[in-house]
């Protein structure tokens, strides 16, 4: 490479720090590694970074207008993640800006998390635990469900979901899916019947959220779905907060309508997961309202969160950053690149 490229790598960790410092894209490029997200940075921190080529993000920076404004020479914007609703796509296709994500990192990884958050969440496992931890024993207010036998309506059959429908499989579950690409092999396999969001809605014992983030599924969980659910349903949301209406969500939570949540993703998470009290100046006039919610959401014994970590793995991280530093290795090399725009 005769010029080498700048690059931002931000919201990096202690075990990105360390594999991206010495991996040879280290030596191969100018690159700056941030602990911060790049929307908290003070104006002149941007201005040090304008001449940025390639920015390497995670989901935590939003990377809206504003934000990418300030990086004229921008080319690429490579994404740790599968989901990449956090950046402003219509300013990049504006602007000849490609986005790559990580496409198939952390199926397995996410799938087997979301089946943990099922478990814990049908058998009351964390509910009785932070009771036995205050001397409270309680087994009637313990008593969960079966797994067995239970339909369960799996929202989206990308990777993903499609492994998760593998573990639903070995529990003994009735699988509903819906899916705007049916899955051939799923159907051949008879591991599940599509059918159209209505008959899942009022089908299912348990929903299963597998999707990413589109304007299209906006609140798809919202009161006028809820409506449509048995009483006493199960939530389980690992794919984007925005898909739930949360306000709705524990409205119907409250009212016993659903008898209980696992959530890792939240709408406005930023406030819980980074404590990122500012957000509120800079964000819509919903974010005020839902950043409550959440937190009442935290309150109610019925409902796990936790901060947005399904794709956690030691595994699955190794494999995050081997595809975004070849996704960016093949774009200095010339290479052609999959852009999601």
Known sequence: MDTKFNIVFCDVDDLAYDYLGKHKIAE?????????????LPPNRLQELAKTEIISTFVYSRLTANVLQSFKDLKLVSTRSTGYNNVDLDYCKANGVQVVNVAGYGE????????GMLLN??????????????????????????????TVGVIGTGAIGRHFVGLCRAFGCHILASDPFPNQKLIDEGACQYVDLPQ?????????????STKENYHLINKDTIA?????????????????DTVDLYAAIVSGKIKGAALDVLEY????IKNDVDAVKN????????SVINAKLLQLPNVIVTPHIAFNSFDAVLRILNSNIQTISDFIDGKAVKSVI
């Open 269 to 272: 998470e930023d406030v819980i």
């Open 283 to 290: 964000n819509d006039k919903n974010f005020a309202l839902y």
């Open 228 to 244: 449509q659910m048995k009483d006493g349903i199960y939530i389980v949301n690992t794919a984007r907060g925005e898909l739930v």
């Open 121 to 150: 969440l049908t058998r009351n496992i964390e509910f009785s635990h932070n009771k036995l931890k205050n001397g409270i024993v309680k087994v009637d207010e313990d008593m969960g469900i079966d797994l067995s036998g239970k």
């Open 108 to 115: 397995i990884t996410v799938a087997e998390y979301t089946m």
């Open 28 to 40: 191969q490029a100018n690159c700056t590694f941030l602990r911060e997200s790049l929307n908290d």
């Open 200 to 212: 899942l809605f009022s089908a299912s014992d348990i929903i299963s959220l597998n999707c990413p």
